[in-house]
């Protein structure tokens, strides 16, 4: 009886220290895009295809742009394209300029497909970097997580992929204001 009543005064202990520092932690992280990890981790994909597909069904633009900030470009071999940032705010388009730029983005990643690698790492990029994606039917890969000043120099082997990403970008706040 007394072991019970020693730790059940253990337990509250803990619950009124731990419970009220948790609350303040994640309070203070930054507000993930709701959607961003279901989407990295393809619960979206249909389960009745083929279970050994290789088929690209979506690439990604992942950047923190700072202060907290998640943007996150999906852009689906369907033509659906989405930009979700971490305020929850989903912008998407079916414009036939963003439905262009959509294209052009999913070639070029297409283009630099060796430079992505397997994952299982869908934290977001740290501040003021961007990570890339492709998503199939089997997998997720992933490039590095870059900082976007890296990026931006023309020397860089995913420039032209940030370029491209950005412009998608570009044209869903075009069509969407």
């Given at each position: 009886?007394r072991?019970l ?26 507000k993930?895009?709701?959607g961003?990890q ?13 279970a050994?597909?290789a088929d690209v ?6 950047s923190n ?5 998640i ?5 689906f ?19 036939d300029?963003?439905r ?18 397997t994952?299982?790492?869908f ?8 990570r890339?994606?492709?998503?199939t039917?089997?997998?997720t ?6 900082l976007n000043v890296?990026?931006?120099n023309?020397?860089q082997?995913?420039h032209?992929v940030?370029e491209a990403?950005q412009?998608v ?9």
């Open positions: 009886m072991k009543l020693v730790m059940t005064a253990i337990a509250l202990v803990a619950l009124f220290i731990v419970a009220p520092r948790f609350v303040h932690w994640t309070a203070n992280r930054p993930v895009v709701i961003r279901a989407i990295l981790q393809r619960t979206f994909v249909d389960s009745t295809t083929v050994d597909s069904v979506a690439v990604v633009m992942d742009l700072g202060g907290g900030i943007s996150t470009l999906v852009v071999t369907d033509g659906k394209t989405a930009l979700y940032t971490t305020h929850a705010k989903l912008l998407t388009s079916q414009n300029k963003v262009e730029a959509a294209e052009a983005f999913r070639s070029v990643v297409a283009d630099h497909s060796d430079q992505f690698h994952t299982a790492d934290d977001p990029p740290g501040n003021g970097a961007t890339f994606y492709i998503l039917r089997t997998g890969f992933a490039t590095g997580k870059e890296v990026l931006q023309e020397r082997t995913l032209p940030l990403g412009a970008v570009a044209e869903i706040q075009r069509t969407s204001q």
